[in-house]
């Protein structure tokens, strides 16, 4: 179908602005708790410090500083092995006494703790503590985010073709399901074991809403609002990180903090029952009457003769479910069909995962910084507002393409800023400026990759982004806990080089300011065809 006629079929119902507004809840407030949950590691896995734990001295009523002082001077604050006293006999004695002995008396041999005492006064408890996650452990603790980034890529993969072939809507409910399900078990599970399993399917959830909410929203608007509202939409997320880093102050563990962060997701229900399917993939389904009454002008869109119009739509094939399998591979391969799909299709997966890379990175890398944790988190969610503004300053002057290659650029060089600067505030600083421009340049490559690819592969398209995306948040907390700890500045130098590399492919992908969005492949090869034809023109 001629998709500048289904803008002038939105155009009258986008006039509408109550319902824009509604539209814009409908798919925006899931955003909230999905940003709450996927940067809730921060808190859930915060790591207090912590130090052998002596059961003879914990008998003998010491605190937990004095057994600090006795089993592990001068090691580091979060020590994973302790001095051989005999402890049996400094049990006995005053803890002056004791301590005088052991400053007298010749250092002996270290050993591995056998488990741990937590200093849980800048944490409250968490699944450090509760599963003993550090020293050789340390690993797990990362895996705790690493499952949900882990569950985003199957999610992605999933929910991208399903939504394709099944439609945004029924795909959002799956979804939703999974999350109501997840989320509040999650914070009732008592096996270290089962909460990987619920973080895993809080991240197949979290991707299915998230891609399917954001496609409807950008689907059922023209391009009159659709920089406005998908700029607006992704401040959901920065919501939910400030909302995050509120509920980590109130509560006092990480349960409570899972179910306060779990809890609004029972609104899913007003969602999946008000939430409306896309009129553009009903239209590739071929279902115009649906598509008709959701838009409101059947006259639009419904040929008097359809015989007469045999390209208004295209239907897809009905297909028995034992070819549903081969069916999805082909749709992930019809993004690889043209020289110019594929170009757009492998630097929107690279940008994805160094966008995604480089946010986790600043997110999670606060606990390598002297700052209160609620304090940072806090601030870098409040930055994100104007982050996720500017673009629509940005996009109206400069188009997309300009503006994400300057935003990158800027993100890159704040990253390699870091490296040369003093720990505490300047780093701080420099990080929320990164963190402003990243989220900008991010919300620019999300809602330029919708213009990027036809109807007919587009949420394909979004999924196979958001799946390479999740590698990104995968590997960011490993970077931080691993490479971080040996070399601080490491992780941010990593991310800075890539944000420049990003920002040099940015030159290889097309303009999409003011240009109607394709539905199908054809329009792409077509629209290609005519501009080579127009450059062979000029040259000649």
Not at 367 to 389: A, D, K, R, S
Not at 415 to 443: D, F, H, K, N
Request: aromatic share 12%.
């Amino acid at each position: 179908m001629d998709p500048a006629l289904i803008e002038k079929a939105l155009e009258k119902k986008c006039k509408n602005h109550c319902w824009l507004v509604w539209i814009l809840f409908l798919t925006a407030t899931p955003t909230i708790v999905i940003g709450s949950h996927l940067a809730s590691y921060v808190f859930l896995g915060g790591n207090p410090s912590f130090y052998c734990n002596i059961p003879e001295l914990v008998e003998a009523n010491w605190t937990k500083e004095q057994i600090r002082k006795i089993s592990s001077p001068g090691l580091e604050k979060q020590s994973c092995v302790h001095f051989a006293w005999n402890y049996s006999l400094l049990k006995d004695l005053d803890f002056h006494e004791a301590l005088r002995y052991s400053n007298e008396s010749q250092k002996p041999d270290v050993l591995k703790c056998k488990s741990y005492i937590y200093d849980e006064d800048s944490f409250h408890q968490t699944i450090v503590s509760e599963w003993d996650l550090v020293c050789d452990d340390l690993p797990l603790r990362s895996t705790a985010q690493g499952s949900v980034a882990v569950g985003k890529i199957i999610g992605a993969l999933f929910f991208g073709i399903l939504s394709d072939r099944y439609g945004r809507k029924k795909a959002f409910i799956v979804a939703s399901i999974i999350f109501l399900i997840s989320g509040p078990s999650a914070a009732l599970v008592h096996s270290y074991i089962l909460f990987i399993t619920c973080r895993l399917m809080i991240g197949i959830a979290a991707s299915g809403i998230y891609e399917t909410a954001y496609t409807i929203l950008l689907e059922l608007t023209v391009k009159k609002y659709r920089v406005f509202l998908a700029n607006i939409y992704n401040l959901a997320f920065s919501c939910g990180i400030v909302q995050l880093s509120l509920c980590a102050y109130l509560t006092n563990n990480w349960r409570q903090l899972q179910l306060a962060i779990s809890l609004p997701m029972l609104a899913l229900f007003i969602h999946c029952w008000f939430l409306p399917e896309s009129p553009r993939w009903l239209i590739t389904a071929g279902k115009l009457e649906k598509a008709s009454n959701i838009i409101g002008s059947m006259w639009h869109l419904v040929p008097n003769d359809p015989q007469k119009s045999p390209d208004l739509v295209m239907k897809r094939p009905s297909d028995s479910s034992c070819k549903n399998v081969f069916l999805f591979l082909n749709d992930y391969f019809k993004l690889f069909s043209t020289h110019e799909l594929t170009k757009r299709t492998l630097i929107c997966n690279y940008l994805w995962f160094m966008a995604n890379l480089y946010y986790f990175v600043i997110t999670f890398g606060g606990i390598n910084f002297e700052v209160n944790q609620h304090l940072y988190v806090g601030l870098t969610g409040i930055v994100e507002v104007p982050g996720y503004l500017l673009p629509l300053l940005f996009l109206n002057y400069f188009g997309r393409k300009n503006s994400s290659i300057a935003l990158c650029t800027v993100a890159g060089i704040a990253m390699l800023t870091i490296t040369v600067l003093p720990q505490g505030w300047p780093i701080i600083c420099v990080s929320l400026i990164g963190r402003l421009v990243a989220a900008s340049a991010y919300g620019i490559i999300m809602f330029n990759t919708i213009e990027l690819f036809p109807t007919e592969n587009r949420n394909t398209a979004m999924g196979s982004c958001l799946t390479m995306a999740q590698f990104g948040p995968l590997l960011a907390p490993y970077l931080v806990d691993i490479v971080g700890r040996k070399v601080w500045w490491l992780p941010t130098a990593i991310t800075g080089s890539l944000a420049l590399l990003g920002a040099f492919l940015l030159m290889f992908v097309p303009e999409t300011k003011d240009t109607p969005m394709l539905d199908t492949i054809c329009e792409m090869k077509e629209l290609e065809r005519k501009a080579k034809s127009k450059s062979h023109e000029e040259t000649s």
